[in-house]
């Protein structure tokens, strides 16, 4: 388990980097870091493991060889929980095992990612793993509020990005119509004034 492999994802604002040893065949692992930290912090631990395991180690967005998020976007700790959806849809992983680590950083909240991700989508994850880190705990009359309302802010945001298209040129008159019909409480000249603003006209429409 010695050599590895370069791995990379498209996500919208650029990439996320990975690392992997062992057999693609072999059962998923998912490896992730902790507080700035990058792929390389399962260097010296991956060779110890057993064989038969597929590890891949994903470094985080702005951490590693990972493209960073735009200029003026926060890295907030459900961000990092998307990324390792992505990475999981990326390498169709349907159940896989987590290993996270994290130094204990309460803060910046590292330690959360794992068992977070654990929380949101138990039926992806078979065992977790955690290295100096704790799990997640919420107060019982919250989880079930907390639960619903941010998986279902990460699915809607995935969902959103598979559908993602070039937008569609339309006439000057089928641009109005579409915008009115979204927007059911605007007149006829509310929406054409918003749509001087709101649409960018090109050669074909």
Known sequence: LGMFSELKFPVPWGHVAAKAWGSSEGHPVLCLHGWLDNANTFDKLIPLLPRGCYYVAMDFSGHGLSSHRPAGCSYHILDYVTDV??????LQWRRFTLMGHSMGNFSFSYCFISPQFCFLYPEMVDKLILLESLGFLLAPEDTEAWLKSK???IDRLLSLEAKQQTPKARSREAALQRLLEANSH?????GAILLQRGATETPAG
């Open 151 to 153: 998986r279902k802010v």
């Open 85 to 90: 959806c992505r990475v999981a849809a990326a």
């Open 186 to 190: 605007l007149t006829a000249e509310g």
